[in-house]
């Protein structure tokens, strides 16, 4: 036994209760969770005035240094955070983050974005082996009067729906030329600040707005648009659109089109999505989540190791998502601490959740539940709370080739804090 690494107690340990931590270890370095770009540069993009204040019931807080201000040092500071991260990643863009050169025509409006304006972004992707995953962004743009689908001004609408079009085609490509399908999230802050006279004429707009733009040819093996719904939003809290009802609906009614998405942020304070998963995945072959961290509302704090995160990676893994049926991607941005330090904490986090729930012994536990022995259930839960975790982890991230100390990869930041951030 003194002859033992940790991590060798520690499998032995595990495998006492019938878990093989080499196969989680393994398991794990395939999965894929999508790294948000716009922790970066607190929702900024490269297509508008930098100091404009966000809009569309997006607020970011904090006036930490070292923003990245542009798309070089957003992408050395995504490199900084993918050194210090294990596992398989793949990037999340906004369309707001599109790059204007002189040799691609220079700026656009949203609704003329081509693939050319991504290319650098696919050739970062390429050079790192990442995929990508794309969004449209219906905020921060004089169009939002202040709806964009659901509007009703024709014109606005149109503007938005070619937006969304644009969109299909740019994901179209991201996904041909890497190699890997691209989850395209539809998301809106649409929605009314105080007590509505008409709630439905809103949501039929949105629904046409949203067929649309899903009328646009796309090979739905490669692009996966999604729906994504919110309870309320900044000078939106009495009313939106893209409801949780409709969003599921919308999904619902059209499973050969669009997945849902669920962001843990966007339901009631009570609701956990969690317990979705399972029910969402009894009815649909794929579902995509945004993994964020609400404080009393929809605040896209950073990812804890919490308890919902680590229930969300059980159903995760129990319900099968991990061959493909569950998209993870993260979302949250904080300007208030380290950015980079932001980024890695979260994803490092989603990491640990995995890794944690490929470690219960689930088909024991699903025994004992079916054979109503609560109580023993209940206690070999509860035990495994505390099994040696913590040096798997570290062998994961061993094999990974990142630190797993978190003092190790703290010092690297500070260290990047000091070389680069303190110098923009």
């Known amino acids: 036994m003194n002859d033992m690494t940790q991590y060798e107690a520690a499998k032995k340990r595990y495998a006492e209760r019938g878990v093989d931590t080499d196969a989680a270890i393994n398991t794990l370095k395939s999965v894929p969770v999508s790294l948000h770009c716009w922790q970066g540069d607190d929702v900024r993009g490269f297509d508008g005035d930098p100091n404009a204040p966000l809009t569309g019931g997006i607020q970011t807080t904090g006036n930490y240094l070292g923003r990245a201000r542009t798309p070089e040092e957003l992408m050395a500071d995504i490199d900084e955070v993918l050194r210090l991260c294990p596992g398989t990643k793949k990037l999340n863009l906004h369309a707001s983050y599109a790059i204007f050169t002189e040799e691609n ?44 689908l659901s509007s009703p001004n024709p014109e606005t609408r149109k503007f ?53 733009i899903l009328s646009e040819p796309y090979d739905f093996n490669l692009v996966k648009p999604c729906v994504e719904s919110k309870v309320f939003g900044i000078g939106v809290e009495a009313y939106t659109v893209g409801s ?13 089109k669009c997945i849902p998405l669920l962001d843990n942020g966007h339901y009631h304070p009570t609701e956990v999505v969690s317990d979705k998963i399972p029910a969402m995945l009894t009815f649909f072959p794929e579902i995509a989540l945004h993994i964020t961290r609400g404080v009393r509302w929809d605040s896209d704090h950073v990812v804890l ?56 012994p689930t088909e024991e536990l699903t025994k004992l539940q079916n054979e109503q022995d609560f109580t023993s259930l209940m206690i070999r839960a509860e035990e495994l709370k505390t099994m040696p975790f913590g040096d798997v982890w570290a062998e994961y991230c061993k094999e990974q080739n990142v630190p797993a100390d978190d003092m190790a990869w703290l010092s690297e930041i500070k260290k990047y804090e000091n070389e680069v951030l303190l110098k923009r």
Request: include cysteine; proline fraction near 5%.
């Open 244 to 256: 949780a009802e409709f969003a599921l609906s919308y999904a619902a009614m059209n499973k050969d």
């Open 105 to 148: 025509g220079g700026w656009v409006d949203r609704d003329k974005l081509e693939p050319k304006h991504f290319a650098p972004w696919v050739k970062f992707c390429k050079e790192r082996g990442l995929g990508c995953d794309f969004n449209p962004t219906y905020f921060s743009h004089p169009k939002c009067d202040p709806l964009t």
């Open 305 to 360: 190791f919490d308890d919902e995160t680590k229930e969300i990676a059980k159903e995760i893994v129990r319900c099968g998502g991990l061959s493909g049926r569950v998209k993870i991607a993260l979302d949250y941005f904080d300007a208030s601490i380290n950015r980079i330090g932001a980024w890695v904490t979260g994803f490092r986090n989603v990491q640990k959740a995995l890794l944690f729930a490929l470690l219960q």
């Open 160 to 212: 938005w729906v070619e937006h969304g079009k644009a969109c299909i085609r740019i994901s179209q490509y991201l996904a041909e030329e890497l190699g890997q399908p691209c989850i395209m999230n539809i998301w809106t802050g649409d929605g009314l600040k105080d007590i509505p006279a008409d709630r439905m004429t809103p949501r039929m707009l949105y629904k046409e707005s949203l067929d649309e």
